[in-house]
């Protein structure tokens, strides 16, 4: 059974950090493109940034250079490192394992940003 297992979330002030994980099967990591979304109360999920097995990454427009992605593929872990958070990055934030065969997610973790 494949499984995406985040962590990390919780409550932060304004322009504070949180890194986010996410532990996936071996077998699945490797092969697949890694993504982590997010979705806010009564909105789509979106984007938020991607990594290829190669390493190419890429960023929606309202998070870069705030957010980092990475992977590390002897700990079958996606992170997402987040700086200078706003109050309208506050969501649910989901791992995605992505390959023309699948797209797996991770149940979320939420991420409140707030004073």
């Known amino acids: 059974q494949v499984q995406l297992v985040e962590s990390g979330g919780g409550l932060v002030q304004p322009g504070g950090s949180l890194r986010l994980s996410c532990a996936a099967s071996?077998?699945?990591?490797?092969?697949?493109?890694m993504g982590w979304y997010r979705q806010a109360p009564g909105k789509q999920r979106d984007l938020v940034a991607a990594?290829?097995?190669?390493?190419?990454?890429d960023y929606a427009d309202s998070v870069k250079g705030r957010f980092t992605i990475s992977r590390d593929y002897a700990k079958n872990t996606v992170y997402l490192q987040m700086n200078s958070l706003k109050s309208e990055d506050t969501a649910v934030y989901y791992c995605?394992?992505?390959?023309?065969?699948?797209?797996?997610w991770g149940q979320g973790t939420q991420v409140t940003v707030s004073s």
């Open positions: 071996g077998s699945i990591f490797s092969r697949s493109n």
């Open positions: 990594v290829t097995r190669g390493g190419s990454t």
């Open positions: 995605n394992a992505h390959h023309v065969a699948w797209d797996y």
